[in-house]
């Protein structure tokens, strides 16, 4: 069976809320030279260049991913997750780049990334006290990492006056993330992963892989451009 051609792909991948699996998923079906993963670290010429890829993903903002000049081309993907287990899991990939054998995968992190990690070696993220007192101290690409972070990225543009490295999260944010969610072509909940691949698989008409590879490899993306 081949791919339905017709059927372009964007995933706004949303870190720690099983991109990675959908990602790898979808490359099955479409194959590598159709398609091109984490974008937000191209420059932007080349990311401006993808409109004949069939499946495009990112960690990128919504507002950012709307600049594409051929984002209406695409149907939208977003993949959402419990916020306290992507939070929990958003902490344990940033205390895995403490690790000795990630020591060559940390220095390939800008100063902040690696600054919070430093600080969430000396956290107890089972004392609440600590824990707390982490995340209200946390620097700009903490705030972005664990603080609200899945509306952050569907509702903040890092590149206004109000950035989401900055701003606190508001009730208008919220109503323009969850409005956004309901306009989206797809929605992949983590938990329920399998449901969601399985309106993308009909999409694009392929069959459903008989198993679902969940990957949690603990490599971290730099949220944000």
Request: hydrophobic share 40%.
């Amino acid at each position: 069976m081949t791919t339905r051609t017709d059927c372009r792909l964007f995933l706004l991948h949303i870190p720690r809320t099983g991109g990675t699996s959908i990602e790898e998923t979808i490359l099955g079906w479409v194959g590598a030279d159709q398609s091109a993963r984490h974008i937000e670290l191209l420059p932007h010429a080349e990311r401006n260049s993808l409109s004949a890829r069939t499946f495009l993903s990112g960690h990128m903002f919504y507002d950012e991913m709307k600049r594409l000049p051929y984002i209406n081309d695409f149907k939208i993907i977003i993949a959402l997750r419990e916020p306290h287990a992507r939070l929990a899991s958003a902490l344990t990939a940033a205390d895995a780049l403490n690790e000795p054998e990630n020591a060559p995968f940390y220095s390939t992190f800008d100063r902040q990334t690696q600054a919070t990690a430093d600080r969430l070696a000396t956290v107890d993220v089972n004392n609440a006290t600590e824990l707390a007192e982490f995340l209200a101290t946390l620097n700009a690409w903490g705030r972005r990492a664990f603080d609200n972070c899945q509306t952050r990225f569907l509702s903040c543009d890092p590149f206004s006056g109000a950035t989401a490295s900055d701003a606190s999260i508001s009730a208008i944010n919220l109503r323009t993330a969850c409005n956004r969610v309901e306009g989206a072509d797809f929605l992949c909940i983590t938990e329920r992963l399998t449901e969601g691949i399985r309106t993308v698989a009909h999409a694009l008409e392929q069959p459903l892989p008989e198993r679902i590879i969940q990957l949690n490899n603990y490599r971290l993306t730099p949220v944000g451009s």
